[in-house]
């Protein structure tokens, strides 16, 4: 009785899995709701996409739109959409009618500015813009307030709107790779659970980091910081800390505190030998990593 209860879950479930579908055509006969047109080649896309009026997963990945196609915007039930790895310069206020995105991946791409129609995405939970050419991303950002990951690393962002901080969603905060020259204490949001900031221009980071109460993973290597703030040792739910490439010292008097982290890498900083010792002892529980630093 029990093989034909565990047979019958498994079919059930495996009946209720969308079919993924990868041309228009047969999406179309089957009014289907996930649909991959990655790796096609394309420029455009064919016009009876339009008739799709219950699609949510579209994929478009590694193609060559160099704008996007109007009748996307057709699709108002879209819940996932992937634009990565084309050739898009911009995003059109027409991103407003996609109102039931809740993923967008819109990765390596030529983009220079996130507009104030974005703001309008208010089911949106994942912004992937990573590895475009942004300079620029507008106040209604924080009208996302559902939005839980937030990347945009490999980009020239030297500064983000003060509304980052109605983020109160936000889990991970990928800034790597981009030009900061300051921490910003708006960042320092108490849901976020893992930020990197690598690969910028910082050289202090203000002691509002100690309010980021659930971060687990915080990565600030090779930046320009001499120091940590006193307050990161209130960042008990800390496991993962990555300083490598700074000009740092010494760490916090009170850097025992962290009893969960498990892992430091600290190399290629200027810590004495004494200190490392003073360090090792404090945090008995972590793997820490020195190098020739």
Known sequence: MRILLLLFIA???????????????????????????????LFDLNDSIVLL?????????????????????????????NVQENK?????????????LKKLDMADNNVSKIPAAIGRLKKLQSLNAAQNTLILIDDAIGNCQR????????????????SINRLNHLRVFNLSYNQFNEFDPVWALDNIQEMNISYNYIRQIPEAL???????????NNNKLEKLP?????????????ISGNK????????GRLQQLKTLIAT?????TTEKERIRRALPQCKVYFGKG
């Open 11 to 41: 079919v059930n479930t495996f009946a209720q899995t969308p079919v993924i579908y990868y041309n228009i055509r047969e999406a179309i006969q089957n009014n289907a709701t996930q649909l991959n047109l990655r790796d096609r080649q």
């Open 53 to 81: 009026t219950n699609l949510r997963f579209l994929n478009l990945m590694r193609n060559n739109f160099e704008a996007w196609d109007k009748d996307l915007f057709s699709l108002s039930r879209l819940e996932v959409l």
């Open 88 to 100: 898009l310069r911009d995003i059109p206020t027409d991103i407003a009618k996609l109102n039931q």
């Open 147 to 162: 939005l839980e990951v937030l990347e945009l690393e490999n980009n020239q962002l030297s500064h983000l709107p003060v």
């Open 210 to 220: 100690g309010q980021m109460s659930n971060l687990q993973t915080l990565i600030i």
């Open 230 to 242: 006193d307050s990161i040792t209130q960042l008990t739910k800390l496991q993962l800390l990555v």
């Open 248 to 255: 740092i010292r010494i760490l916090p008097a009170d850097i």
């Open 268 to 272: 290629d900083n200027v810590f004495s």
